[in-house]
């Protein structure tokens, strides 16, 4: 019979990623942008740019937005809706991985910008994400 062994604790959560760079639009969207990038195989790295949309769900601009769907969305998201999107780029020599980081960010930044800067993104926003189907981690079996 082999001893009983010790209870397992959780590993520590690693210190929380600083933003690479953050903007806040004139609507209360706020962009931050995250460094998920690795290396994978001898000199080639994978450069992955987690962006983060985050909504306060006081911001005046929802001022005219429903108060019934805003007190949905809070129950549902709680303070602060955050959507989040990853933009990769394989096979990047080492000497280029800063150069590709900038890249990216700027033009998400530039391509983005007009559209999500609207006044009326944030309630448009806000809907979509209330239309959405939850997902659930857990898979059917069969009998």
């Not at 987690?50 to 969305?73: G, I, W």
């Not at 900038?102 to 009326?120: K, M």
């Amino acid at each position: 019979m082999l001893p009983p062994s010790a209870p397992k604790t959780a590993a520590p959560l690693p210190e929380l990623a600083k933003p690479l760079q953050s903007a806040t639009l004139a609507n209360g969207l706020c962009l931050e942008f995250y460094d998920f990038s690795n290396r994978y195989f001898g000199d080639y790295h994978r450069v992955c740019i987690e962006v983060r949309t985050s909504l306060p769900l006081d911001a005046p601009v929802l001022t005219a937005f429903d108060p019934a769907l805003l007190t949905k969305a809070r129950a549902l998201f709680g303070v602060t809706l955050t959507v989040t999107r990853t933009v990769e780029r394989m096979g990047v020599a080492g000497a280029q991985v800063e150069a590709v980081k900038t890249e990216i960010i700027a033009g998400l930044l530039h391509e983005a910008h007009n559209y999500l800067s609207r006044p009326d993104y944030p309630g448009r926003l806000l809907t979509a994400e209330l239309g959405r189907k939850p997902t659930s981690k857990l898979k059917p079996t069969l009998k």
